[in-house]
C-alpha cells in the first residue's frame, strides 16, 4: 500500500480520538462575566450584602461553576471583605408590573456555550455574619430577661400591640430603659464599627472558579457610594436593634435600606 495513503487512513482512524483529545486537553474554556449597569449594597443582620445582576457565559465548552467570589476594597482605607456567594435570585416581571422573584442558594451550576445564563447573585461575608449574629443574639437575650420575660410573667402571653405595653407602668419602664441603656448603645455602637459602606469609592473584584480549579476568571469593576448613599445604609442598624422589639411588641420596624450604585469594569481588568 501506498505510505501516504496509509498514514491517511491511519489519520483518518485516529482523527475522533484526537479531536476528543484537543478538545479536552488542550482547547481551554473560558467565561464572561458581564454586570448590568447597578449593583445593589446593603447591611443587614448578616453583615454586608453585595447583589450583582449578571450575564454568565462560556466559550469552547462548559464550564462547572464551583463558586462565584467576590473581594470589595474600600478606597480610603483599603479596608476589604471577602463575599462568597450565597444566594441567585432569578427575577420575572409580569406584564401587570408585579416582580415574582424565585430564591435559590447558590451552588455549582453549568454555563453552556451559546446559552448564557442572567441570575442576580448575592454575595455575603460568612465571617462577619457570625461576629453579627452573635451580637445580635446577646442583644436579644438581654432584651428578653429585661423586659420580655418580665412582661410575660405578668401577663403569660406577649403584647397584642405596642399600646398595650402602657398598661403595665413597670414593663414600660424597663422598656425605657432598656431603650437607652448601656446593652443598646454598646451593640449599636460596635456594629457602627462593623459597618461597612462608608461614602468613597470601592473596588469590586470578581472571580469564578471552575470545579477543577482549570479557570479562574477575574473581573475588576467599580462604583461609588455619596455621603447620603450610606447615611441612608447605616439606618440600617437601627433596624437591626429593632427588630427585637418588633418580634415582642408588634411594633412596626423600619424597612431594609438598598443603594443601587452603578458599577463600571475597570481598564485594568484582566
Do not use: C
Not at 27 to 47: K, N, Q, T
Not at 57 to 63: G, M, S
Not at 187 to 205: C, I, K, P, Q, S
Not at 237 to 253: E, H, P, R, Y
Amino acid at each position: 500500500m501506498d505510505p501516504i495513503a496509509s498514514a491517511i487512513a491511519i489519520f483518518a482512524a485516529f482523527q475522533p480520538w484526537l479531536i476528543k483529545a484537543y478538545n479536552r486537553y488542550i482547547v481551554r474554556p473560558e467565561a464572561g462575566f458581564l454586570p448590568a449597569h447597578s449593583a445593589s449594597v446593603s447591611f443587614l443582620d448578616s453583615g454586608p450584602m453585595l447583589g450583582l445582576v449578571a450575564t454568565l457565559n462560556a466559550k469552547n465548552k462548559d464550564v462547572l461553576v464551583e463558586k462565584i467570589e467576590a473581594t470589595v476594597v474600600r478606597a480610603s482605607d483599603n479596608a476589604k471583605h471577602d463575599f462568597e456567594w450565597s444566594a441567585l435570585i432569578d427575577p420575572q416581571v409580569s406584564l401587570s408590573g408585579l416582580q415574582d422573584t424565585k430564591l435559590e442558594q447558590a451552588s455549582p451550576l453549568v454555563i453552556r456555550p451559546g446559552f448564557p445564563i442572567k441570575k442576580n447573585i448575592l454575595f455575603w461575608d460568612p465571617n462577619q455574619m457570625e461576629e453579627i449574629r452573635s451580637l445580635v443574639s446577646d442583644y436579644n437575650s438581654a432584651f428578653w430577661q429585661d423586659v420580655g420575660k418580665p412582661w410575660y410573667d405578668e401577663h403569660g402571653s406577649l403584647p397584642e400591640n405596642p399600646d398595650t405595653i402602657a398598661t403595665s407602668p413597670r414593663i414600660l419602664e424597663k422598656w425605657k430603659a432598656f431603650l437607652h441603656g448601656t446593652v443598646r448603645s454598646d451593640t449599636y455602637a460596635r456594629l457602627n464599627d462593623l459597618f461597612f459602606w462608608r461614602e468613597g469609592e470601592y473596588e469590586v473584584r470578581v472571580s469564578i472558579v471552575s470545579e477543577d480549579r482549570a479557570l479562574r476568571f477575574v473581573g475588576n469593576f467599580h462604583f461609588k457610594l455619596s455621603e447620603g448613599d450610606s447615611k441612608t445604609l447605616r439606618l440600617n442598624i437601627v433596624t437591626i436593634l429593632d427588630q427585637a422589639l418588633s418580634s415582642f411588641s408588634g411594633m412596626q420596624s423600619y424597612p431594609w435600606n438598598w443603594n443601587y450604585p452603578r458599577i463600571k469594569r475597570l481598564n485594568d481588568a484582566s
